[in-house]
């Protein structure tokens, strides 16, 4: 049973800084996709990160150069550093894990976040809360 948990949630002000955790277990696959996503109250999930198995990572534009993704081993736990936050980064933060099909890879090497519906294991939710 695949089991995934975030932490690092909080509240900063504009400016800060929050590293979030994601936490797997019980995933076998040899290639897997990490994905973070984010959602604010009133708002469509939005794609933030992603990370494979073979290292390549992929940003939303909103993010890039101040959210960075990383992982030593991506089916155990996966990071997201976030730099510069502002209040438009405010919601709560997920993260998505799958096993790393042709359709996934695929998107990453478009240089695209692979969107909600491929993934089928998520985490609970960890709040990042970003005042002005």
């Known amino acids: 049973q695949v089991k995934m948990v975030e932490s690092g949630g909080g509240s900063v002000q504009t400016g800060g800084s929050l590293q979030l955790a994601c936490r797997i277990s019980?995933?076998?696959?040899?290639?897997?996709?990490v994905t973070w996503f984010r959602q604010a109250p009133g708002k469509e999930r939005e794609r933030v990160a992603a990370i494979g198995t073979t290292g390549t990572t992929i940003y939303a534009d909103s993010v890039k150069g101040r959210f960075t993704i990383s992982a030593d081993n991506p089916k155990v736990i996966v990071y997201l550093q976030m730099d510069n936050l502002t209040p438009e980064d405010t919601g709560m933060y997920y993260c998505?894990?799958?096993?790393?099909?042709?359709?996934?890879?695929?998107?990453?090497?478009?240089?695209?976040?692979?969107?909600?519906?491929?993934?089928?294991?998520w985490g609970q939710g960890t709040q990042v809360t970003v005042s002005s």
């Open positions: 019980g995933l076998t696959y040899a290639s897997v996709c």
């Open positions: 998505a894990a799958d096993r790393l099909t042709i359709g996934m890879n695929r998107h990453l090497e478009l240089g695209h976040i692979p969107p909600a519906s491929a993934f089928e294991f």
